[in-house]
């Protein structure tokens, strides 16, 4: 089992940047795939960006590329999200989300295990 907590979000502008946290509980985090969705207003979760247990391996939607970038520090159970060059349409509520063992896909049933979510607002 693990329990995640999400931190970070907020309010900025475009071309703004923010940096999201996830700490998790349980002594076995580097066991863990780690990854962040993101749920707009009317829309489905959609995956964000995922990373692999040793943090050797990223993964990231499209629409992310090249502006995200996740990372993780075992030592200290957290997960991170840099976001750079955002746009109005990051807004959302970015989820923190786990996976025991290898990465497993880009779909939320890949994920038994969610955090609350942060929300993040970009505004034009």
């Known amino acids: 089992q693990v329990q995640l907590v999400e931190s970070g979000g907020g309010l900025v502008q475009a071309g703004g940047s923010l940096k999201l946290s996830c700490a998790a509980s349980?002594?076995?985090?580097?066991?863990?795939?780690m990854g962040w969705f993101r749920q707009a207003p009317g829309k489905e979760r959609e995956f964000v960006a995922a990373?692999?247990?040793?943090?050797?391996?990223?993964y990231y939607a499209d629409s992310v590329k090249g502006r995200f970038t996740i990372f993780r520090d075992n030592a200290k159970n957290t997960v991170y999200l840099q976001m750079n060059s955002l746009k109005p349409e990051d807004t959302a509520v970015y989820y923190c989300?786990?996976?025991?063992?290898?990465?497993?896909?880009?779909?939320?049933?890949?994920?038994?295990?969610w955090g609350q979510g942060t929300q993040v607002t970009v505004s034009s």
């Open positions: 349980g002594r076995t985090f580097s066991s863990y795939t």
């Open positions: 990373i692999t247990w040793s943090g050797g391996t990223t």
């Open positions: 989300v786990a996976r025991y063992g290898q990465f497993g896909g880009t779909r939320a049933g890949d994920y038994p295990y």
